[in-house]
Protein backbone atom coordinates (compact mmCIF):
# COMPACT_ATOMS: atom_id res chain seq x y z
CA UNK A 1 0.00 0.00 0.00
CA UNK A 2 1.40 3.83 -0.77
CA UNK A 3 1.77 6.27 1.60
CA UNK A 4 1.75 10.26 1.46
CA UNK A 5 -0.09 11.76 -1.97
CA UNK A 6 -0.37 9.52 -4.89
CA UNK A 7 0.87 11.37 -8.26
CA UNK A 8 -1.50 10.92 -10.69
CA UNK A 9 -0.83 11.82 -14.78
CA UNK A 10 -3.70 11.66 -16.98
CA UNK A 11 -3.60 10.80 -20.93
CA UNK A 12 -6.89 11.28 -22.68
CA UNK A 13 -7.81 13.24 -26.04
CA UNK A 14 -11.01 14.07 -24.37
CA UNK A 15 -10.24 17.22 -22.88
CA UNK A 16 -13.25 17.56 -20.92
CA UNK A 17 -13.10 14.34 -19.38
CA UNK A 18 -9.24 15.14 -18.55
CA UNK A 19 -11.25 18.29 -16.33
CA UNK A 20 -13.33 15.70 -15.00
CA UNK A 21 -11.42 13.42 -13.64
CA UNK A 22 -8.74 15.97 -12.43
CA UNK A 23 -11.09 18.60 -10.77
CA UNK A 24 -12.50 14.96 -8.90
CA UNK A 25 -8.87 13.75 -8.11
CA UNK A 26 -7.18 17.63 -6.97
CA UNK A 27 -10.04 17.44 -4.49
CA UNK A 28 -8.44 14.23 -2.74
CA UNK A 29 -5.76 14.82 -0.05
CA UNK A 30 -4.15 11.89 -0.83
CA UNK A 31 -3.80 12.22 -5.00
CA UNK A 32 -2.27 14.81 -6.97
CA UNK A 33 -2.66 15.78 -10.37
CA UNK A 34 1.02 16.29 -11.67
CA UNK A 35 0.08 16.55 -15.36
CA UNK A 36 -2.11 16.10 -17.97
CA UNK A 37 -1.41 14.68 -21.48
CA UNK A 38 -3.87 15.02 -24.71
CA UNK A 39 -2.19 12.34 -26.50
CA UNK A 40 0.69 9.26 -26.75
CA UNK A 41 3.35 11.39 -27.60
CA UNK A 42 2.59 14.00 -24.85
CA UNK A 43 2.17 11.63 -22.25
CA UNK A 44 5.14 9.78 -22.91
CA UNK A 45 7.25 13.61 -22.10
CA UNK A 46 5.27 14.00 -18.84
CA UNK A 47 5.62 10.19 -17.83
CA UNK A 48 9.31 10.92 -17.87
CA UNK A 49 9.64 14.19 -16.43
CA UNK A 50 6.71 13.83 -14.05
CA UNK A 51 7.62 10.62 -13.10
CA UNK A 52 4.31 9.79 -11.89
CA UNK A 53 3.14 6.69 -9.19
CA UNK A 54 -0.15 5.68 -11.67
CA UNK A 55 -1.03 6.77 -14.62
CA UNK A 56 -4.86 6.95 -16.24
CA UNK A 57 -4.02 6.18 -20.14
CA UNK A 58 -7.00 6.01 -22.54
CA UNK A 59 -6.47 3.38 -25.37
CA UNK A 60 -7.60 5.44 -28.57
CA UNK A 61 -5.26 8.96 -28.12
CA UNK A 62 -4.01 10.72 -31.54
CA UNK A 63 -0.34 10.28 -32.47
CA UNK A 64 0.41 7.49 -30.40
CA UNK A 65 -2.86 5.38 -28.74
CA UNK A 66 -2.46 3.72 -25.32
CA UNK A 67 -0.77 0.27 -26.70
CA UNK A 68 1.87 2.13 -28.26
CA UNK A 69 2.20 3.88 -24.75
CA UNK A 70 2.70 0.87 -23.29
CA UNK A 71 5.00 -0.73 -25.85
CA UNK A 72 6.96 2.59 -25.61
CA UNK A 73 7.33 2.48 -21.44
CA UNK A 74 8.49 -1.40 -21.77
CA UNK A 75 10.92 -0.51 -24.39
CA UNK A 76 12.33 1.93 -22.06
CA UNK A 77 12.70 -0.21 -19.14
CA UNK A 78 9.19 1.22 -17.08
CA UNK A 79 9.26 1.60 -13.81
CA UNK A 80 7.44 -1.34 -12.21
CA UNK A 81 6.01 0.47 -9.17
CA UNK A 82 4.14 2.99 -11.53
CA UNK A 83 0.54 1.69 -11.83
CA UNK A 84 -1.24 1.98 -15.35
CA UNK A 85 -5.14 2.60 -15.24
CA UNK A 86 -6.36 1.85 -19.16
CA UNK A 87 -9.54 3.92 -20.09
CA UNK A 88 -11.42 2.84 -23.03
CA UNK A 89 -14.71 2.89 -24.13
CA UNK A 90 -14.66 -0.46 -26.29
CA UNK A 91 -14.55 -3.80 -24.10
CA UNK A 92 -12.81 -6.21 -27.06
CA UNK A 93 -11.25 -9.18 -25.51
CA UNK A 94 -7.87 -9.02 -27.88
CA UNK A 95 -7.44 -5.67 -26.63
CA UNK A 96 -7.94 -6.65 -23.20
CA UNK A 97 -5.54 -9.68 -23.26
CA UNK A 98 -2.97 -7.16 -25.35
CA UNK A 99 -3.10 -4.56 -22.26
CA UNK A 100 -2.69 -6.67 -19.65
CA UNK A 101 0.36 -8.64 -22.00
CA UNK A 102 1.70 -5.38 -22.13
CA UNK A 103 1.96 -4.88 -18.26
CA UNK A 104 -1.46 -2.64 -17.53
CA UNK A 105 -2.62 -2.77 -13.97
CA UNK A 106 -6.47 -2.55 -14.14
CA UNK A 107 -8.35 -1.86 -17.14
CA UNK A 108 -11.55 0.22 -17.07
CA UNK A 109 -14.59 0.35 -19.01
CA UNK A 110 -15.77 4.37 -19.94
CA UNK A 111 -18.08 5.42 -18.42
CA UNK A 112 -16.71 4.20 -15.14
CA UNK A 113 -18.00 5.28 -11.05
CA UNK A 114 -14.76 7.51 -10.23
CA UNK A 115 -14.93 6.26 -6.86
CA UNK A 116 -14.17 2.36 -7.85
CA UNK A 117 -11.55 4.22 -10.18
CA UNK A 118 -9.77 5.74 -7.10
CA UNK A 119 -10.49 2.92 -5.01
CA UNK A 120 -8.66 0.24 -7.26
CA UNK A 121 -5.62 3.51 -6.80
CA UNK A 122 -5.46 2.46 -3.20
CA UNK A 123 -3.50 -0.29 -3.87
CA UNK A 124 -0.53 1.54 -5.48
Known amino acids: ????????LLVDD????CE????YLQGRDDMDVVGVAYNGLEGMDLIEEKNPDVVILDIIMPHLDGIGVLEELNKRGRDPDMKIIMLTAFGHQEVTQKIVDLGADYYILK??????????????
Open 14 to 17: NRDF
Open 20 to 23: LVKD
Open 1 to 8: MYEGVIKV
Open 111 to 124: PFDMEKMVDSKKGV
